[in-house]
């Protein structure tokens, strides 16, 4: 049953094509339409199949600022990012855990659950100290 509803949706997309048309109204109004009108109108299709490809030099570098090829210091880039060590990477995510811990409004308890004073000069040096070892140790 699936094979042939397949069939049926394949032969079915093979007979279909967008057409477009063109007919002015008793008004003297230009029309556009991709069905056809029961007035006379004039088939545009191949006049439009090649609207909207821009293939001058200027759309061109745009595309190529926006989707650059790939250039030596990406592959290397990415060549590190690969060789890192799996305790380099538990570090950086290790960092940034910390980091997002206690970056804000926080209370600091030890490991039997009391509260621990920390400053909040303490608290911003750690925050910084934090994101120097996560400029070190984690690619991004």
Not at 40 to 64: G, P, R, Y
Request: a positive charge; hydrophobic letters at 30%.
């Amino acid at each position: 049953m699936k094979i042939f509803m397949v069939f049926l949706i394949t032969l079915f997309s093979m007979f279909t094509h967008a057409e477009v048309y063109r007919w002015t109204d008793k008004d003297g109004k230009t029309h556009f339409s991709d069905n056809k009108p029961k007035i006379a109108a004039e088939d545009i299709t191949a006049a439009v199949k090649k609207q909207n490809i821009d293939s001058s030099t200027q759309e061109h570098q745009k595309l190529e600022s926006i989707f650059r090829k790939e250039n030596d210091s990406d592959r290397e880039f990415k060549q590190q990012q690969a060789q890192q060590s799996p305790e380099q990477l538990q570090a950086c995510t290790a960092s940034k855990n910390h980091l997002s811990r206690i970056d804000g409004r926080v209370q600091f308890m030890d490991k039997k659950g009391g509260l621990v004073n920390v400053s909040e000069e303490e608290r911003k040096r750690r925050v910084i100290e934090l994101r120097k070892q996560i400029q070190r140790n984690c690619p991004e």
